[in-house]
């Protein structure tokens, strides 16, 4: 079973860091792009950052210069480093990857969509 397995989140004060990670496991093959998303109480997920198998990085206008997105291939981790924390990026926070299970598969290319499970970021004084 392919998974994605997020951790870090918790509460934090206004300016402060939090890093979160998320690990890929299971029958995978090459990951192309990972990134996060977030959804706000009764607001709609967005986008927050994105990275390419090749390290090319997209971020929320919103976040950057705050938010770094990083990823070890060899362990098929993505990171996501938030610095000056606001009250605004209170959500929870998803993993998503796109993955290939097999060669062929990575061919063709026929990449799965994968979400993780979310990880609460709350951030107050």
């Known amino acids: 079973q392919v998974q994605l397995v997020e951790s870090g989140g918790g509460w934090m004060q206004p300016g402060g860091s939090l890093r979160l990670s998320c690990a890929a496991s299971?029958?995978?093959?090459?990951?192309?792009?990972m990134g996060w998303y977030r959804q706000a109480p009764g607001k709609e997920r967005e986008l927050v950052a994105t990275?390419?198998?090749?390290?090319?990085?997209k971020y929320l206008d919103f976040v950057e210069g705050r938010f770094t997105i990083s990823r070890d291939n060899a362990k098929n981790t993505v990171y996501l480093q938030m610095n000056d924390l606001k009250p605004e990026d209170t959500a929870v926070y998803y993993c998503?990857?796109?993955?290939?299970?097999?060669?062929?598969?990575?061919?063709?290319?026929?990449?799965?969509?994968?979400w993780g499970q979310g990880t609460l970021v709350t951030v107050s004084s």
């Open positions: 998503n990857a796109y993955y290939c299970s097999s060669a062929y598969e990575c061919r063709i290319p026929m990449y799965l969509e994968l």
């Open positions: 299971g029958d995978i093959t090459s990951i192309s792009t």
């Open positions: 990275i390419t198998g090749g390290g090319h990085t």
